[in-house]
């Protein structure tokens, strides 16, 4: 008999296809970090009011906590493992690390995974990055340590 | 969690019958940044979930009247960027844009949005009493912590306040809301699809659980293309409403020819603020008059102990809102 | 003992773990692999106070997965611990709502979370009182206040230079409840092999954490191991063992399987520390040309049932203004409320807040500049002890960001307007003590050359790694890139934690003495060496040692709606010799956007009727978002203190949070002619102040 609070899925993740059995009550946070131990992507509030678990879904940032892996079935995912091309880091990363965006590192890979997510929108919609624009698309983003400042600074820099 | 089941809808009136003969066990799930974090803290406890964003509703067309048909299902970030909204609506627009995060308006879709919950604290905390989570189990809010909650249309047994900012925009635009459900397609005005909290505060809308949103109606109207939202919170971006205004206002001769207005943050649902409007209509477009309409439509207002300050910022907010919309 | 001569000190060396974080590649608590896991989840107290009388599990144990519930009915006995927070599950008594009453582990987190929701807890519930007051009866005088400092000071002869003094000032201040809030929740992954503990846990100190573990659970230290290579911040709540440590342990034994015990950002609102609240009379008596005759600090705080933990925040006002007459006090009541705990510079945040904000009104009393007044009464000698100073810069920092800040344009009138917005500034001091721990470390050169030091140091995010690789590449005249320190680690050599800010001068001397031995021992043909820095600390002189600054915040205000927006924030610090600079401004960025937090926007809302703090999550509880930070702007006074330890630093992770709070109300009192004299400063009070 199928278990209906189970349920087969596919998932393209960092471009790998990848077909796993899910508790319908899964988030693709923690089928991520548990099942897939792509722990990149973090579990700061598990409630969406922190961004640390920000990746890309079919290209748009999304906090993968509210989203059920079920649900996504057919998706590609993109986690902040899936950025760098072998051991060239995406400009953001490397951006990051230079402008020293981050401390405890803990809200990083959201930022990061936001950003490129923000810089996308911001290009289809041609919209104009100024500091105060980058603040105010990066707010879903919470860092405790506060880096926002350098931040704000290593984004200015890639979207340039 | 509540273990639950898990179904895509691919046709509507499927999706309708599956929630219409589960006896209130089965709900639609949108974007489930709502539904989801609400299953986590126990609040809600669905056994089955119809995934309604793969229905055929996922669109924004212009109507032949010159509106826009937009698709509950929709995501909020589409609607807010959308090229007509931006044109013809930027009051929709700002609003989307000043809610949530980037993240969560990819995520989220029209009919979730407008179904989303209170964020009162004690709504959403299921070791302490709430009305509207239990029925009966009493407001702790209402002579406890509700700086944040409603000042006007609010009972003795809730005292929450709608959370969206796109309801409001579109409450003043005068936005129609589509249904498909148990009784077959009909359709009411946004206006009338949330409630005031009343004797059952339980109930958020006049929805009963299998009717589905399919589709949010905008009428055609060229004075919202001067139109806009302000929002004021607690920090500069990502938090909810304290007051918010969405206000459109057309002006002819120094005299408000016309105007739609709606408030946000102070009610169980987003507030039309129609006797504002009344008090406006044909009067001199002056931050006095503006000063006299807010005034009217706050009259009934009855701040709770410690959010008295919403009803001088709701009446400021106002003026300055509609003062600026004047001024270009 | 030697100077450290200095290449990549002082180098803006980038964090050596920066490519492990931008990659997802650094591994935090229950990131780690162990294999065969099982998860837990907590269980919360929904009393204030009462003793449990039943506990029934049976719903959540027929769940599919589950694998046990524990509380206290059936959990094994642990040794006495000097914590009780960590005597989980040894009786039945409630001591605060959200304390853990229970847990449960299950082979996946949904079942794990679903069953802890259905474990149903029956308590005779008790009256309880959670509310703080300054004229609560049960006040009392702790015996000492955080860390080891005297509750009370009383110098001269404060009640008659008071009625003398040409101007008083007399006001009482007071500040919220606040919570840590580090974006990484506390989190252990305990994992048993025989009667050995590996515990991967989220903390600022491994060592710290290993001695009450192996304690409660009846071991020897040297069969436990704890872990915390990489921390998501901590902020102090990290400093101390948490009970899910215990939790995780007790799980892990019971399942026989390794166990993730993440903490829920709710649940940390209850039993991860937060800092206490605090009410603060000040008095100040002074000349009518604004010399200080007296001051009198009293201040009223909260503590738990269960632990005792007294801020100090009238410490700061022993060391800032010279005056005869001096008399400082903390007064503690135990209410029904979790147990408050260490959080950013306890006792100089909140009591700076109270005696920077006093200051500015005394300026205004007296009618002098506000920074000329803070000059006017600057000590030379530390005001209680009478100690000298290893080095005071306070005078510096402000004359330094006064020229930064344009403060010689500021017009003193208040309410000025830009349009709508009233506009405003505002200065106030910063101090630190500059605390040094004893450390051991050792040092080694490998066959290949490089050298590798390790020291059971932790990097909370604060650079700790890089700094302390750097202070390593000096001493043994090599570049960075040769030298890996292992930190994070409790069977490295004992280190002290995180916290008071003394991480690098701790940790750094013991490093620097370690790769000195080594120098020495490869001259020998060894290859290894240990230091401990224990003698060379006795045998400091008896001098007070604090970093000082001085900040200054631009707010505006609309009149119309009272919102609040910090235009520029400057912090200029004196704090001895500066490791490496990008990561101090970083740091003292981060302390600036808190002390940002802790002015306008955070605050724990205690429910009383409840006992708990009720706007438990991220979404409640507001931290500074990125839009609220629009420009900060971080600059220090080159200081060469040699009396202060062989690196020559003064620590800098706390004091970027004191004084930003007090700067900020002074601004905003400059914008609007409003004294907010309770924090946070929201805009409920300024609403229509323009009109």
Known sequence: MVDPQRAAITLAINGAEQHLEVDTRATLLDVLRERLDLIGAKKGCDHGQCGSCTVLIDGRRAKSCLALAVALDGSSITTVEGLADGDELHPLQAAFIDHDAFQCGYCTPGQICSAIGMLEEARAEGAELTPEAIRERMSGNICRCGAYPNIVAAIAEVAE | MKPFAYERADETARAVSTVAGSHGHATFLGGGTNLVDLMKLGVATPERLVDVTRLPHAEITETKYGGLLIGAAVRNSDLAVHPLVRERYPVLSEAILAGASGQIRNMATIGGNLLQRTRCPYFQDVSKACNKRAPGSGCPARHGEHRELAIIGHSEHCVATHPSDMAVALAALGAEVHVHGGQGLWSIPLTDLHRLPGEMPQRDTILAPEDLITHVELPPLPLARNSRYRKVRDRASFAFALVSLAAAVEVDGGNVADCRIAFGGIAHKPWRARKAEETLRGRPATPDAFGAAADAELADARPLRDNGFKLLLARNLFVRVLTDLVDG | ?691
Not at chain 3, 301 to 324: L, N
Request: proline share 5%.
């Open chain 3, 1 to 691: 003992m030697a100077e450290v001569a200095t290449r990549a000190i002082g180098a803006p060396v980038r964090r050596i773990e920066g490519r492990a974080k931008v990659t997802g590649a650094a591994r935090y608590a229950v990131e780690h692999d162990p294999g065969e896991v099982a998860y837990g989840w907590i269980v919360q107290a929904q009393v204030a106070r009462g003793k449990i009388t039943d506990i029934d599990d049976a719903e959540a144990r027929s769940q599919p997965g589950v694998l046990h519930v524990l509380w206290h009915g059936n959990a094994p006995r642990l040794e006495e611990v000097s914590d009780a927070e960590l005597a989980v599950f040894q009786e039945p008594r409630v001591a605060y709502r959200g304390q853990i009453v229970a847990a449960v582990v299950a082979d996946n987190p949904e079942a794990a979370r679903e069953a802890a929701r259905l474990v149903r807890v029956k308590v005779h519930e008790e009256p309880h009182d959670v509310g703080l007051r300054a004229d609560h009866p049960h006040l009392y005088k702790p015996d000492k206040v955080n860390p080891s400092f005297p509750s009370d000071t009383d110098k001269g002869d404060v009640d008659a230079a008071l009625a003398r003094a040409e101007v008083t000032i007399d006001h009482t201040y007071s500040t919220p409840a606040y919570h840590n809030n580090a974006m990484e929740p506390h989190a252990t992954l305990a994992r048993w092999d025989g009667d050995r503990l590996t515990v991967y846990d989220s903390n600022q100190g491994a060592a710290a954490h290993r001695a009450p573990l192996a304690k409660a659970f009846g071991l020897e230290p040297e069969q436990v191991r704890v872990l915390a290579e990489h921390v998501g911040g901590g902020f102090g709540s990290k400093g101390t063992p948490r009970p899910q440590m215990i939790v995780a342990a007790m799980l892990a034994r019971i399942s026989g399987r390794a166990v993730k015990l993440p903490v829920t950002r709710q649940q940390m609102f209850a039993f991860t520390g937060y800092r206490t609240p605090t009410i603060q009379r000040m008095r100040l008596g002074a000349t009518g040309d604004g010399r200080i005759t007296a001051i009198e600090h009293r201040v009223f705080e909260q503590t738990s049932q269960i632990r005792e933990f007294a801020e100090q925040a009238a410490t700061p006002t022993r060391v800032m203004y010279a005056t005869d007459n001096l008399r400082t006090s903390h007064r503690l009541v135990r209410l029904d409320v979790p147990t408050p705990s260490w959080m950013r510079a306890p006792g100089e945040c909140p009591g700076m807040y109270a005696l920077e904000s006093a200051i500015d009104e005394l300026a205004l009393a007296v009618g002098i500049d506000p920074i000329e007044l803070r000059i006017r009464n600057d000590a030379d000698a530390e005001p209680d002890s009478g100690k000298p100073f290893s080095s005071r810069n306070l005078v510096a920092c402000l004359r330094e960001g006064a020229d930064r800040f344009g403060w010689a344009d500021r017009d003193p009138r208040q309410r000025q307007r830009d349009g709508r917005w009233f506009i405003g500034s505002g200065v106030a001091a910063s101090t630190y003590p500059a605390y040094q721990r004893d450390a051991e470390a050792t040092a080694r050169v490998q066959p290949d050359g490089s050298f590798r030091v390790g020291i059971a140091a932790a990097d909370i995010g604060t650079g700790a790694r890089t700094a302390l690789t750097q202070i390593a590449a000096d001493t043994l005249g090599v570049p960075v890139e040769r030298v890996r320190v292992d930190i994070g680690d409790s069977a490295l050599p004992r280190a002290g934690v995180a916290g008071g800010s003394m991480g690098t001068s701790s940790w750094g001397a013991a490093v620097a003495k370690a790769c000195e031995a080594l120098l020495a021992e490869m001259e020998r043909g060894g290859s290894e060496a240990h230091a401990d820095t224990k003698a060379e600390i006795e045998a400091k002189k008896d001098l007070a040692r604090h970093a000082f600054g001085a900040q200054f915040a631009e707010v505006r205000v609309d009149g119309e709606t009272g919102e609040i927006r910090v235009s520029r924030l400057l912090g200029v610090f004196a704090a001895g010799r500066i490791v490496n600079p990008v990561t101090a401004r970083s740091q003292f960025i981060g302390g600036m956007t808190m002390g940002m937090g802790m002015a306008l926007f955070e605050e724990s809302v205690m429910d009383r009727r409840y006992g708990d703090y009720l706007n438990h999550d991220l979404a409640q509880y507001h931290v500074p978002a990125n839009a609220d930070v629009a420009d900060i702007e971080v600059a220090w006074i080159e200081e060469d203190d040699p009396e202060l330890n062989r690196i020559g630093t003064k620590g800098i992770g706390e004091i970027g949070i004191v004084g930003t709070a007090a700067a900020i109300a002074n601004a905003v009192h400059h914008a609007t002619g409003l004294r907010f004299r309770a924090l946070p400063i929201h805009l409920d009070g300024l609403v229509g102040a323009g009109t």
